[in-house]
């Protein structure tokens, strides 16, 4: 079956630019987790939901990064004025139930970032 | 604020070897720790998940344990074969945000043939 899926792949932008991520989770799943890798480092929790609600957003660094997901399905990180310190790999997660209900995170393959 | 950590940060062994990968985590307050696996250019693999109330789990290969009041968690992998190379990752929840795993940095491994 089809798994979490990130698009773009790859996003390159020019600084003080905005850009959307975009996360579609398997089907089903009521929970999906935003995190942010850097290289050489395990993922760094950004936001959560159930459902269309925004959890947990503890993890965003500052109020240039926004997500939504509106329908309680497919989900968007967008990032304001972009600076060259967003330049990381976006990762996308969803899981069946939420996470205190011990149900697997599932990942998708990221989107990699790069702001110039 | 919890903290997870993974000794060693790098392993590298000849095929057959049976080994183990250490975590270990600040606060004991945790609903689950899962272990992932991370291949380069792709997503993390979820391998075991270990509930605050169990103390292992297992599959194929793999062996997970987990020792909340100390902290301390253990993913033995038996027999590795070069397939098994990759990054581990091991991550904990629990406290009152039910969706954040707290990662720990990973482990490279390298199975030599």
């Known amino acids: 079956g089809a798994g979490v899926s990130q698009s773009p792949r790859y996003k390159v932008t020019k600084r003080g630019q905005d850009v959307a991520l975009r996360c579609d989770p398997i089907?089903?799943?009521?929970?999906l987790y935003w995190y942010r890798q850097a290289l050489g480092q395990g993922p760094e929790f950004l936001t959560y939901?159930?459902?269309?609600?925004?959890?947990?957003k503890s993890g965003l660094p500052n109020d240039r990064f926004s997500a939504e997901r509106p329908e309680g399905s497919i989900s968007t990180l967008t990032i304001q004025r972009t600076e060259q310190r967003d330049s990381a790999m976006y990762r996308c997660?969803?899981?069946?139930?939420?996470?205190?209900?011990?149900?697997?995170?599932?990942f998708g393959n990221g989107t990699r970032l790069t702001v110039t | 604020k919890q903290e997870v950590t993974q000794i060693p940060a790098a392993l590298s062994v000849p095929e057959g070897e049976n080994l183990v990968l250490n975590c270990s985590f600040t606060?004991?307050?945790?609903?689950?720790l899962q272990w992932f696996r991370q291949d380069p250019g792709k997503g993390l693999t979820s391998l075991l998940l270990?509930?605050?109330?169990?103390r292992e789990q297992t599959s194929g290969r793999l062996n997970a344990s987990l020792d909340k009041s100390s902290g301390r968690s253990t993913l033995y992998i038996a027999a590795s074969q070069p397939g098994d190379s990759a990054t581990y990752l091991c991550a904990v929840i629990g406290g009152t945000s039910y969706g954040k795993l707290t990662f720990g940095q990973g482990t490279i491994l390298t199975v030599h043939p």
């Open positions: 606060d004991s307050a945790i609903y689950n």
């Open positions: 997660a969803s899981s069946l139930m939420g996470g205190m209900f011990n149900s697997p995170l599932h």
């Open positions: 089907s089903g799943h009521v929970s």
């Open positions: 270990i509930q605050s109330s169990q």
């Open positions: 939901f159930n459902y269309e609600a925004q959890q947990d």
